[in-house]
């Protein structure tokens, strides 16, 4: 499958076959311009498989819930939502991607998860603790290892964060038979990766061949009822959220804003006010044929979206724009980054 062959094969092949292909594809270089005749937009959905702090009950203090330290102990809701929206997504001809923390793996029943890989949606890695990449030191590194900071013992805060992703990824090999598809870090950053070489370089001999883990919203936004203006600030941040190739070769795909939890646990927005931006967004991209990366979190979407109205609206809007757009997963947005010309970073 896909899932498997894309990532069994090395960057360096990985980079032959996409300069071989791009010769044929040159139309698609083209997608930096604006409405390219034959380009199409790319939308991805994504979900983060991990509890959030502040839900389900909103309103009941966050560290009244103990999902910051065990991000990946789902309720049944969750995987209920995430199964159900991948059912969704598949029949209106799209595939939903999921980056899974590596600890859901530890629950008696992983078949939940199994269907979803069997309906042929990706799966990528989210880190076996959900940790932070960029913490500075090992107790930074997640709220279990301050408490518990035997589990790291004799190990520096590289080999920490090395140890943590490829052990979510040995997880999905031996408790569900793949290997991940892509990494997303816990945590955005506003920079993504950009001073972070050594970050960059490990998560390549990992065997990763694109990261998504920037994000940077727009400041100044209102915090309830929001208005055009705030909309259209955060529709304007979209052209810098493209995936764009790192010095050491990497490929970075931001997801796009907004992110659930800055709509509806930050700004306190209600789901009609998130989905007028979500509209404005992906009919963004698909005038501009250019990406958007929709990221959220089913154990959010469960109490403020029931009725899955967030990924139909971005079905429909995608299947309605015909030949102009399409959902994919996000190896297909680095697919685009590596084309020639296309979203190199300057610095
Ligand atoms: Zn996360």
Known sequence: ????????????????????????????????????????????ITFDLEMAAGYPVKGKPRHTYSWDYEKGNLNKETKQYTVEACRQVKAKGGVLHSFLVGQVLEH??????????????????????????MATKLSELQHRFRRAPWLLTDKTLAQAIRENIRLCEVAMQQRLAIKPLGLRTPYAFGQGLDNRLD???????????????????????KTKDPTEADFAAFVATHQNHQPYIYPTGLIEIPFSPPMDVGAFRSRGWNLDEFLQLLERSVLWAIENRLTYDFGVHPSIMYVEDPEFKAVNLICDLVNAAGQDAKIVGLDKFAERAKLPGKNEKQD
Do not use: C
């Open 1 to 44: 499958m896909a899932q498997l062959r894309n990532h069994s094969i090395s960057r360096r092949n990985f980079l032959t076959t996409v300069s071989a292909t791009a010769g044929l594809s040159s139309h698609l270089s083209r997608a930096a311009d604006p409405v390219s005749p034959d380009a199409k937009a790319l939308i991805a």
């Open 199 to 221: 970050l960059q370089e490990m998560i390549l001999e990992l065997g990763y061949t694109w990261v998504s883990s920037k994000y940077k919203g727009p400041s100044g936004v």
């Open 108 to 133: 008696p029943s992983v078949d939940w998860i199994r269907e979803i890989i069997d309906e042929g949606h990706p799966v990528g890695n989210h880190t076996y603790d959900h940790v932070n990449v």
